[in-house]
Structure formats: C-alpha cells, structure tokens
C-alpha cells in the first residue's frame, strides 16, 4: 500500500496507490480536489471505488452476460442480477504491479487470466498516470489473446470547494447532445435528446441543482444523475473535450478531455459514511454502459492482436 505521489512542478500533485490503481489525491495549488480516506488501508473496505481503475468493464453489463462471436459468457453478478464494474473481484479490488515511476508519472500493470469474473481471453493492461501543465493524464493500453470485451475508466469523485461540502452549486457543462435513459437498475434503455429534457440539458453551464432538484423520472428514479451522456465526435477516437465543471466559490475549473465515447455522470447518490450523498461527482469517460449487448452502441470489443489504447485528460485552471 505504498503511496506514490507524482508532481509537474507547477501546482499540481497527484497521489497513487497500486491497490485498485487507485488515485487517492489530486492536489492543485495545495487544494484538494477529490474525496478520499485519511489511511490508505482503509481502501480495501471500499465499496464506492474511490478513485480506483474500474475494469474489466466499467459499468454495468446486463443479467451479467453477453455473447461474442456466437458464444456466450456468463459474468460475476454483484449488483443483483447484474455484473458491475467487472464483477465483485474487479480491477479495483487487484494489487497492480508497478514498473515505472518519474517524478512526474507512474506506470502500472495488470494481468488479469481468462475467465477472470467470467471474461473471455488472457488479458494485460497498462495505465500511464502522467502529470504536466496542470494536466492528469491517464494513457490506458490493454491487449488479448481472444476476443473479448474492455471498459476501463477512472472512479474519482470530485469536489472543487471542500471535502465536506456539496458539490450542488458546482456549474457543469456536457458536451453532448443526447444522454442513455436507464431502468430501476441502471440499465440503459434508449438514446434521448437532451434538448427533449431540460433536466439533463447541459449544453449551456448550469448548476448541478439544475437536474438535482428536478422532479424528471429519470433523476427521481436514480436518486440524482446517474446516466451516460453520449459523445458525438468519437468516430475517430479524437482526443476531444467531453465535460467541464467548475465552482464558483473557489474558481477552479475542470475540464475532461477523452477519446472515449461516452462520459458516465454519477453525483455520488449513494455516497455513504465517512461521506455524505453528493458530496463528489464522477466523470467516468467510458464506453456505453451494456455496451456488449447491444448493437447499436458502440462496440467495445477488443479482438485478438489488438490493441485498447484511451486516454483520459483531466485538466485544472482558474477562471
């Protein structure tokens, strides 16, 4: 549980620990921007995924199974009747090795076996945490020797005003045109134009209460924002600017920039002691959430010989 903490010399210090990959701070101008707990050991009773690298598959899958190439995989299940973040033993729950440290990044690695939580093929996974320029930059390359299916995305939670307070009055503006409705359980239903509901428009910077405090179905469904927006100019996989948030309070502002398709936002409903609901926010650039089973969201397979190369930006400044 050693923590390795990495700097670009301008501001902006990061720390990390090999369990889960997990970043369990992010420091700018000596300001705290992310929730975390005050000993490192207490990540292993973690059931939020404070910060950690979420894999083989973040989100959800649904009934915790898929077919590829004609034959079905049956997942772990550990959201009902659902497979999680890559099941109860994902990679937030694995010691990753580390192989590189600079002062100013850190590179670690993941074998994870076939058949591991039910997936498919021998699987490796490098993640890059690099910082420079009041960037965090997370490089995520994964190779297999079967077909298979990769998700991977960071879980922190963010709070750009105090630890302690409510992320509510933050502003957030989402680049995105159309967002994943979900049933009771999270599991996406169909494509919606934000521009059809106003609770989920961000387009224009607005505060987070702006969809908090609507009486939407969606939002009251998910006990607050818990849904995939979806990322139209991905064709490419250009590194393109995804989400900003920004508090008026403090006048800081974050900006996500990812090749990723989608960016999952989670105001932390169900946060829970030592932490309080919506006490941070996720950004989690990702695929779409049950992306394996369906065909008309984009595939996140990942075929023998190949390579899943993403990268996550997560850039601080003033405004």
Known sequence: MKQYQISDNKGLVVSVIPYGATITSICF????????????????????????????????????????SGKESTLNANQGAHCLHGGKDNFSKRIWEVIEVKPNAIELYLFSKNGDQGFPGNLEVWLKIQVEDNQVRLNYRASTDRN??????????FNLESPQASIDNHLLEIVSDSFLSIDKQGIPLTKQQVSNHNAFNFNDTKPIHHALLSEHEQIQQANGLDHCFVLANQAEKA??????????????????????????????????????????????????PDAPNRKDFPSSELKAGEEYIHEIVYQFSAF
């Not at 921007?33 to 950690?52: A, H, Q």
């Open 239 to 288: 590194l393109v600017l995804a989400a900003q948030l920004l508090s008026p309070e403090t006048r800081l502002k974050l900006s996500l920039y990812t090749t990723l398709p989608g960016v999952q936002v989670y105001t932390g409903n169900f946060l829970s002691t030592p932490f309080s609901p919506r006490q941070g926010v996720c950004l989690e650039a990702q695929y779409w």
């Open 29 to 68: 101008n000596e300001q705290e921007l992310t929730l975390n707990y005050t000993k490192p050991d207490d990540y292993f009773n973690d059931n939020f995924y404070l910060g950690s690298t979420v894999g083989r598959f973040a989100n959800r899958i649904k009934e915790s199974k898929f077919k590829l």
């Open 148 to 157: 298979t299916v990769v998700n991977l995305t960071n879980h922190c939670y």
